[in-house]
């Protein structure tokens, strides 16, 4: 499959699951590779705030970005050379929950509150 879209709004490819329950997939892509990516997210402009990969939920009970590793691996994982390796953000509550046992090489804890 190819998808190409020159328009500043443009997508060039599009999927749209429409049933109203049940686990419904607007794509799926998958790679049986050993290193393969089943989705790669590739922001090519070298300025501006865009998005590699980016998800969304109206649901407050739902997930913008959701990873899961049934075995032993990582559900979801971030990494930068220079920046941060995972930044979370909320205009109320809580900007990071952890569930379970948290492991911590380095860690350093800014603001008040």
């Given amino acids: 499959m190819y998808g190409r879209s020159d328009s500043t709004s443009g997508r060039a490819v599009y ?7 049940g686990t419904a997939y607007g794509g799926r892509f998958e790679s049986a590779s050993t290193s393969g990516r089943g ?3 590739f922001a090519s402009a070298s300025t501006g705030t865009n998005y590699g990969v980016m998800g969304q939920t109206n649901s407050g009970a739902g997930y913008g970005v959701y990873g899961t590793a049934p075995g032993a691996g990582t559900g979801v994982y971030g990494y930068s ?5 995972g930044y979370f953000d909320t205009g109320s509550g809580t900007a990071l929950y ?9 860690i350093t804890i800014r603001g008040g509150a």
Avoid: K, L, P, R
């Fill in 98 to 106: 952890v569930e379970g046992t948290a492991s911590v090489g380095v």
């Fill in 81 to 85: 050379s220079s920046g941060y390796g």
């Fill in 15 to 21: 999927g749209s699951a429409t049933a109203a329950s």
């Fill in 39 to 41: 989705v790669f997210g």
